[in-house]
């Protein structure tokens, strides 16, 4: 038999910060490092990136799309980096398939999530030779505030009741089901976790069948 110890349980910690200002990233590894003692695990999931008319965007919301998602994961991997290297660590990206199969209103996002993936496979090419693993879940839609809104707004427009705007909702995006946070969640706990030792700069679609692309 063997014999199994407590794990040091912590209680977590709130940090609020807006991700788009540069000094945020230190700030955020900052206070992690004083809560926790050490950095094993950075997820990057943040970014509601706007969503319409290519023609419509001004210079600004597409800044503030890349300053957001990209900017903001981009600093934060560069400032733990050592620390995850000491520890063999993981990062994990959460990014969007339309990263890989963008749609017509979807040029920012498209875009910043393309860039996303690109920094995933470029830091999982350096963390071969230092130590941390680097990879990507891109979800489809996902039951999220956000998702709640497009129904919302789906029943207001085409005057019908939420399960069929669900359903409407669904067949646009041409998947199996909308997704759960907890599809994601546990999909990432796997990626993060010694059974997924071998996924280094791996792109994971998780998206109910949305992605097309080869």
């Known amino acids: 038999m063997r014999a199994i110890s407590a794990v040091d349980v912590r209680p977590p910690i709130d940090v609020a910060v807006d991700l788009r200002v540069p000094m945020a990233a230190p700030m955020v590894r900052q206070r992690a490092i004083e809560a926790f003692g050490r950095i094993d695990i950075l997820v990057n999931c943040a970014g509601a990136v706007k969503v319409g008319d290519f023609l419509a965007f001004s ?44 749609g017509p209103d979807y040029a920012i996002c498209g875009s910043v999530n393309a860039a996303m993936l690109a920094l995933t496979k470029a830091l999982a090419a350096r963390g071969v030779h230092e130590g941390v693993r680097v990879n990507a879940i891109n979800p489809g839609p996902v039951r999220t505030d956000r998702h709640a809104q497009r129904i919302a707004q789906l029943v207001r427009e085409r005057n019908v009741d939420q399960a069929q705007a669900e359903e409407i909702l669904r067949q646009s995006f041409g998947v ?9 969640a546990e999909l990432a706990t796997f990626v993060v976790s010694d059974r997924a030792k071998r996924l280094q700069g791996s792109l994971i679609d998780c998206d109910g069948g949305m992605t097309k692309t080869i």
């Open 59 to 102: 210079d600004e919301e597409w800044d503030d799309g890349f300053a957001l998602k990209f900017a903001a994961a981009r600093r934060l991997a560069a400032v733990c980096w050592k620390d995850l290297q000491a520890v063999s660590g993981n990062i994990l990206n959460i990014v969007g398939s339309v990263g890989r199969t963008p």
């Open 176 to 184: 199996t089901r909308v997704g759960e946070p907890e599809d994601i």
